[in-house]
C-alpha cells in the first residue's frame, strides 16, 4: 500500500502496462508512457487508435482491466474519494466540445471551480475570472452563454476554466479539431504560452498533424491500441517504421492481403479479428 | 437493452435475451438505489467533504419543479374533483345514500387522487425535464467535466433536484386536496341542496389527520421515485440527441408505472 504515492519525482504521469477492453474487445494492448514536468506532450493516432480511451484512464474516468495510472505521484487506482478530489483540483481538463456547461454564463463557467473549491470572496472570483479570460483573449465575453459563442470561442473558454485553478497538469482533448487553421493556430500558441508562463506539463490528444508538430516536445504514437513510438518530434519524423510514415504521410494502410479473410468477414462468418479478440 | 451475444434463434436465443434482460435490470436497480444512498451522502456529510449541497439551486429547482406546475395541478385537480363529486352521487343515488357521498370523495381525494395525479403530472413535467438535462450534460461531457474538476455530479446536479422534489411535491399535493374537495363541493352542495359552508365544516369533520399524512408519505415516496427514475434514465444516455429522446420518454413511462405500483403497495401495506 506504500507504493500509492511513490513515483519520480520529475513525472508528471506515469503509465505502466495499461490494458483495457470495451466488453470482449480490447481497446489498449499493455499501453506504458510518461509525461515529464514541464512538458508538452502530445498523444497522437487516427481514428479507433484508442487515444480517446488512454485520455479517459489518465482522468479517472475508466478503470483499467490491468496496470497502473500515477497521475503527480498518485496511484489513481488506490486514491480515496477525497484524495481524488484533491488530485482533481491540481489538474485542468479542456474537452473536445468545450463541455461549458450550458445554463451558465461564460464567466460563471469558469468561476465555477474556484467557487467550489476555494473560499475567496465574489470579488476576487471575478477578478482570477476576467485574468484567465484575459489570457485566452475573451476579455469581456464573460455575460454571454456558451450557446452564444462560434466553435473557437468556446475552446478557448474551456481552456480559461481548465487552469483558473492554475493546475500544475493540463489536458486538452483534440483542442483544434473542428477550427480552421488560423484559430486552430493560435489555440496551438496558446497552449505554448501556458506551458512557458506558467510551467504546466501539458497533455494534448490529437489527430491533427500541423499541431502536433508545432507544440510537442515529445510524441507518443498509437496505433490500434498500442504505443508505436514515444520519443522526441525530430525522432518521430525520422522515423522509418512504415506506419509512422504513412500516419505522417497521409497515407491509408496497404490493401488487405488475405483474401479469403476479406471473404469471410463480406458473408458475416464471424472470422477472427485482427487483434484476435473477436466476439464468441 | 436486447444485446444478446448468441445464437439470435430458437429457445436459447430467448433464454439469452431473457438473461441479459434481468442482469439489466437488477443493474439499473442497484444503480437507482445506490444513486440514492449518495444523494443522502453528499446531504448529510457534504460540509464535511468540503462539497457543500447549496441552497441557490435548490431553490432554482423548487421554483422549476412547483411554481411551475401549479396551473395545471389547479384545473386537473379541481376537474378530478368534481369528477369524483358527479360518479359518487350517481353511484350512491343507486341505493339513496348521496347524502354520504361527502364522505367518499373527501377520503378518495385526500388519501388516493390528489398524491396520485399529482405524481403524474409532476413526473411528466419535471422527471423528464431532468432526464433530458442530465441526458444532454452527458453527451456533452458535462458531468464528465464536473467529475474531472474534483465535484460530485451527484452532489451538484441530482441533489438539489431530490431535495426540491421532496418539499414540492407534498406542497403540490396539499394544494391539490384544497383545490379537488373545494371543485367537489361546488357540485355536490347544490346537488345536496346545501351549502358551501356546510359542505365545508363537514369535510372538516370527515378528514383526520391520518389521512393527510397518507396522502403526503405516498407524495414524498413518489419525489423520490420521479428524482431518481428521472437520473438513471438520463444518466444512461447514449447515442446522440435521439438517446436523449428515447431516454426522456423512458423516465416518463418508468416514472408513472413506479408511482402507480408503489402507491398500491403502500395502500395495501398501509391501509388493512
Keep these: 500500500m506504500t507504493r500509492g504515492s511513490t513515483g519520480s519525482a520529475d513525472k508528471s504521469?506515469?503509465?505502466?502496462?495499461?490494458?483495457?477492453?470495451?466488453?470482449?474487445?480490447?481497446?489498449?494492448?499493455?499501453?506504458?508512457?510518461?509525461?515529464?514536468?514541464g512538458e508538452i506532450m502530445v498523444i497522437m493516432g487516427g481514428s479507433g487508435s484508442g487515444k480517446t480511451t488512454l485520455l479517459a484512464h489518465l482522468l479517472g474516468l475508466k478503470a483499467p482491466t490491468s496496470g497502473t495510472?500515477?497521475?503527480?505521484?498518485?496511484?489513481?487506482?488506490?486514491?480515496?474519494?477525497?484524495?481524488?478530489?484533491?488530485?482533481?483540483?491540481?489538474?485542468?481538463?479542456?474537452?473536445?466540445?468545450?463541455?461549458?456547461?450550458?445554463?451558465?454564463?461564460?464567466?460563471?463557467?469558469i468561476a465555477l471551480p474556484l467557487r467550489e473549491h476555494t473560499d475567496l470572496d465574489r470579488t476576487t472570483i471575478g477578478i482570477m475570472t476576467r485574468l484567465k479570460l484575459e489570457v485566452v483573449s475573451l476579455?469581456?465575453?464573460?455575460d454571454l452563454m456558451p450557446a452564444e459563442l462560434s466553435g473557437g470561442m468556446i475552446k478557448r473558454a474551456a481552456l480559461a476554466r481548465a487552469i483558473v485553478m492554475d493546475p500544475e497538469l493540463l489536458f486538452c482533448d483534440e483542442p483544434s479539431a473542428g477550427?480552421?487553421?488560423?484559430?486552430?493556430?493560435?489555440?496551438?500558441?496558446?497552449?505554448?504560452?501556458?506551458?512557458?508562463?506558467?510551467g504546466m506539463s501539458i497533455v494534448v490528444v490529437t489527430h491533427d498533424l500541423d499541431s502536433t508538430f508545432k507544440i510537442a516536445d515529445r510524441i507518443c504514437v498509437l496505433d490500434k491500441g498500442k504505443v508505436l513510438a514515444l520519443d522526441s518530434v525530430e525522432a518521430i519524423r525520422a522515423s522509418t517504421d512504415t506506419r509512422i510514415q504513412n500516419l505522417l504521410n497521409r497515407r491509408t494502410e496497404e490493401a488487405e492481403p488475405d483474401a479469403d479473410a476479406y471473404l469471410r468477414r463480406l458473408l458475416g462468418e464471424g472470422a477472427p479479428r485482427q487483434d484476435g479478440t473477436g466476439r464468441t | 437493452m436486447t444485446t444478446g451475444g448468441g445464437g439470435d434463434k430458437g429457445l436459447a436465443g430467448l433464454l439469452d435475451r431473457l438473461g441479459h434482460w434481468v442482469v439489466a435490470g437488477f443493474n439499473?436497480?442497484?444503480?437507482?438505489?445506490?444513486?440514492?444512498?449518495e444523494s443522502v451522502f453528499w446531504l448529510v456529510m457534504g460540509r464535511r467533504r468540503?462539497?457543500?449541497?447549496?441552497?441557490a439551486p435548490i431553490v432554482a429547482q423548487a421554483m422549476e419543479i412547483g411554481i411551475g406546475a401549479l396551473p395545471i395541478v389547479t384545473v386537473l385537480s379541481g376537474t378530478i374533483g368534481i369528477m369524483l363529486a358527479i360518479q359518487g352521487i350517481y353511484s350512491l343515488r343507486l341505493f339513496g345514500a348521496e347524502s354520504r357521498v361527502t364522505l367518499g370523495v373527501a377520503m378518495s381525494t385526500v388519501r388516493e387522487f390528489a398524491p396520485l395525479i399529482t405524481g403524474i403530472l409532476v413526473a411528466g413535467r419535471s422527471g423528464s425535464a431532468l432526464a433530458a438535462r442530465l441526458g444532454t450534460m452527458r453527451i456533452n461531457q458535462e458531468i464528465d467535466s464536473l467529475t474531472v474538476m474534483g465535484i460530485s455530479p451527484v452532489r451538484f446536479l441530482v441533489v438539489p433536484a431530490l431535495v426540491a422534489m421532496l418539499v414540492m411535491l407534498p406542497c403540490l399535493t396539499l394544494w391539490a386536496d384544497v383545490v379537488g374537495l373545494f371543485a367537489a363541493g361546488l357540485y355536490i352542495a347544490p346537488q345536496l341542496g346545501s351549502t358551501l359552508g356546510a359542505?365545508?365544516?363537514?369535510v372538516v369533520d370527515l378528514v383526520k389527520l391520518n389521512d393527510m399524512l397518507h396522502g403526503l408519505a405516498k407524495s414524498g415516496i413518489f419525489a423520490v421515485l420521479i428524482t431518481i427514475v428521472g437520473v438513471v434514465n438520463g444518466a444512461s444516455v447514449t447515442g446522440g440527441a435521439e438517446g436523449v429522446g428515447r431516454m426522456t420518454t423512458r423516465s416518463?413511462?418508468?416514472?408513472?408505472s413506479a408511482i402507480v405500483i408503489t402507491d398500491m403497495v403502500f395502500v395495501f401495506m398501509v391501509t388493512r
Design chain 2, 28 to 37: 439499473e436497480f442497484g444503480f437507482a438505489a445506490a444513486l440514492f444512498g
Design chain 2, 199 to 202: 359542505y365545508a365544516t363537514e
Design chain 1, 179 to 198: 477550427l480552421d487553421p488560423v484559430v486552430a493556430s493560435s489555440i496551438d500558441d496558446l497552449i505554448l504560452r501556458l506551458r512557458d508562463a506558467m
Design chain 1, 139 to 142: 476579455a469581456g465575453f464573460e
Design chain 1, 13 to 37: 504521469i506515469e503509465v505502466i502496462d495499461l490494458v483495457t477492453h470495451y466488453g470482449d474487445r480490447q481497446i489498449l494492448h499493455n499501453v506504458s508512457l510518461d509525461v515529464r514536468k
Design chain 2, 50 to 55: 468540503r462539497q457543500t449541497v447549496r441552497l
Design chain 2, 252 to 256: 416518463v413511462v418508468h416514472a408513472i
Design chain 1, 69 to 109: 495510472v500515477r497521475v503527480l505521484g498518485s496511484e489513481l487506482g488506490r486514491l480515496g474519494p477525497m484524495d481524488l478530489q484533491k488530485l482533481r483540483t491540481r489538474t485542468g481538463v479542456a474537452f473536445q466540445s468545450g463541455a461549458l456547461f450550458s445554463s451558465m454564463s461564460v464567466g460563471d463557467n
